[in-house]
């Protein structure tokens, strides 16, 4: 019923290195958004894409995050490089519209530890 | 600065009765939305209700809010073992365009002991 699909579920990477997350939401919804939560803490905004544009990423926390969405579709989230305070879980959300009626669905997550 | 606050932080109970979790905001809001998530999932949700919106109905669940007070409840009426979970309020705001976005609160952990 969420419409979106992340992958991969779960990661361990080494701090330094490169990770790149993927989210594919349901076709039809311009909608997609990046959120986190890292350990003991709440489920921050990251960004907002309409189609490909990026619409508000001012949740980004730093340059070492990047997030793509290639033609409209499927979006990418990179980390690099790695750091431990990445550790946390990255959910992907899409949504029709952004009216008073938008209901936003979320992905299951992938769930990132860097050690 | 933080916008959803929920309250409790935790709450236990046994099975059949019910649960109230309460949320509180700071600033204007266009819609209101509680989430469930159980352990290592994602993030489900439960309900929607919009800022002109006083008391909305899904099966056991029962949500207000309160625009005046900035605050929300869910009530999850006969809980059952597998409600338990956290539950989270998160606040949508349009601040212009098709700028829209949530902003979550901490979250409510609800234990249903059988």
């Known amino acids: 019923e969420a419409g979106v699909t992340q992958f991969p579920s779960h990661s361990v990477i080494e701090k330094g290195q490169t990770v790149t997350l993927r989210c594919d939401p349901i076709?039809?919804?311009?909608?997609l958004y990046w959120y986190r939560r890292v350990m003991g803490k709440e489920i921050k905004f990251l960004l907002h894409?309409?189609?490909?544009?990026?619409?508000?990423e001012s949740g980004m926390p730093n340059n070492r995050f990047l997030a793509e969405r290639t033609g409209g579709t499927y979006s990418t989230l990179k980390v690099q490089p790695a750091e431990l305070e990445d550790s946390g879980v990255y959910f992907c959300?899409?949504?029709?519209?952004?009216?008073?009626?938008?209901?936003?669905?979320f992905g299951e997550g992938s769930w990132l530890t860097v050690v | 600065s933080q916008q959803g606050e929920e309250d409790p932080q935790a709450l236990s109970i046994q099975e059949g009765e019910n649960a109230t979790m309460n949320c509180s905001y700071k600033?204007?809001?266009?819609?209101l939305q509680w989430y469930r998530q159980n352990s290592g999932r994602g993030l489900v949700h439960l309900i929607l209700?919009?800022?002109?919106?006083r008391e909305k109905h899904s099966g056991r669940l029962r949500v207000t809010l309160d625009t005046s007070k900035k605050s929300s409840s869910l009530l999850i009426t006969a809980s059952r073992a597998a409600d338990t979970a956290s539950y989270f309020c998160?606040?949508?705001?349009?601040?212009?365009?098709?700028?829209?976005?949530?902003?979550f609160g901490k979250g409510t952990l609800l234990t249903v002991n059988p």
């Open positions: 959300a899409r949504s029709q519209d952004w009216t008073i009626r938008n209901t936003i669905y």
């Open positions: 076709s039809g919804h311009d909608n």
């Open positions: 894409f309409v189609k490909e544009s990026k619409q508000d």
């Open positions: 600033t204007s809001i266009n819609n």
């Open positions: 209700i919009r800022s002109n919106e």
């Open positions: 998160a606040t949508g705001l349009n601040s212009g365009g098709s700028n829209y976005k949530l902003t």
